[in-house]
Nanobody, 127 residues
Framework: QVQLVESGGGLVQAGGSLRLSCAAS????????MGWFRQAPGKVRAFVAA???????????DYSDSVNGRFTISRDNAKNTVTLQMNSMKPEDTAVYYC?????????????????WGRGTQVTVSS
């Protein structure tokens, strides 16, 4: 019903920046909340950030990261895209990053609350 494709991953040195994008297609007329998750080998899939369709509710797992400009989630509904800007990156940010859509529109922090997932994009931060 909804297809998601991430892009923008790659290799970056510690302290550098990456901007991830997620393009949605299919039933994009629904007011889905969108989330970003990440998963490293041997680790569980972890919540990063979520944003509702209106942008009126934005949720970061680590609020200090948002305050300090480390992570910023945004969306452009006209283009059916959601982005994750990552600055001052650290080696522990290394993971496969996934975007996900929540048809309920709440933008929860649990992976089980999301209905559609992209294939993921690899982000590697070297030290």
């Amino acid at each position: 019903q909804v297809q998601l494709v991430e892009s923008g991953g790659g290799l970056v040195q510690a302290g550098g920046s990456l901007r991830l994008s997620c393009a949605a297609s299919g039933r994009t007329s629904q007011r889905h909340a969108m989330g970003w998750f990440r998963q490293a080998p041997g680790k569980v899939r972890a919540f990063v950030a979520a944003i509702r369709w209106s942008g009126s509710f934005i949720y970061y797992l680590d609020y200090s990261d948002s305050v300090n400009g480390r992570f910023t989630i945004s969306r452009d509904n006209a283009k059916n895209t959601v982005t994750l800007q990552m600055n001052s990156m650290k080696p522990e940010d290394t993971a496969v990053y996934y975007c996900a859509a929540d048809r309920e529109g709440m933008g929860e922090d649990g992976p089980g609350s999301y209905d559609y997932w992209g294939r993921g994009t690899q982000v590697t931060v070297s030290s």
